[in-house]
């Protein structure tokens, strides 16, 4: 990068000079110069959270999660070489280990962000030993189902309900291996909160966590979100 490029306040990704603005982080710069970074728990309107570190990437040699790194002149960043998708593949492979994510069955299938940053890095199979943790389903509410065994700890569900509808129906219970959301009842049951099927929280999921019922196949497999356009192009080709 050239120190007049600098000095304008841009930084440089996979070689390539990007301008950002006061306050951006390194993948909100990348996102808004429709410049794809793979992330799954950063959402542009609730912002980082850092927790699941796909968006890996290294900053001046050293590796930082692009989602809570801010972006400033100068910076020299990659992103799409063979080692840090490689490492991206890995914790993709660990998170589907880690759950039960049986895409094929999933009515969330090419409308899931897991499974389309899984195509996108080529990831073929689990790889590791998989889990199967015993997670429960919660059907108890009339209008949504709540299947934990998709769960990433993205949190996007507690920002949404508690900045946006004012519930704080969800919360993060259990630490490490434990950690898992917990429903703000007396009962534990979904139909025992705030919970409404037009509040953020209800379709902000970005895996099949948080389901609307009797809506599983409204749009069909083929016709969903992800099914024509890959997540990359999503972000190349204009904003979300
Ligand atoms: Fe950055 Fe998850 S998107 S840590």
């Not at 699941?52 to 930082?64: E, F, S």
């Not at 139909?191 to 929280?201: F, N, S, W």
Request: hydrophobic letters at 40%; proline letters at 6%; glycine letters at 10%.
């Amino acid at each position: 990068m050239t120190p007049d490029l600098a000095a304008a306040g841009c930084f440089s990704l996979d070689g390539e000079d990007l301008p950002f603005q006061p306050g951006d982080s390194i993948l909100q710069a990348a996102t808004r110069a429709k410049r794809y970074i793979p992330h799954l728990c950063w959402h542009p309107e609730f912002g980082a959270h850092g927790s699941c570190r796909i968006c890996t990437v290294k900053v001046n040699g050293r590796v930082g999660a692009a989602c809570t790194t801010p972006a400033a002149a100068g910076l020299e960043v990659q992103s799409h070489t063979a080692e840090l998708d490689k490492q991206r593949k890995t914790l993709l492979q660990m998170l589907f280990v880690e759950g039960n994510h049986f895409c094929p069955s999933c009515e969330k299938s090419g409308n899931c962000l897991l499974q389309a940053t899984a195509y996108q890095l080529g990831m073929e199979g689990p790889h590791f030993e998989e889990f199967y943790p015993d997670r429960p389903v919660d059907a108890s509410h009339m209008d949504l189902l709540l299947d934990f065994n998709r769960c990433i700890l993205c949190e996007l569900c507690v920002k949404a309900s508690h900045k946006v509808d004012g519930k704080d129906v969800f919360a993060m219970g259990g630490r490490g291996l434990d950690t898992h959301l917990v429903l703000n009842s007396a009962s534990g049951k979904l139909v025992d909160t705030a919970m409404a099927l037009g509040d953020r929280a209800a379709d902000i999921c970005p895996v099949g966590v948080i389901l609307p019922k009797r809506r599983g196949f409204v749009i069909p497999i083929g016709q969903r979100r992800f099914d024509g356009q890959s997540v990359a192009e999503q972000v190349e080709d204009g904003p979300k």
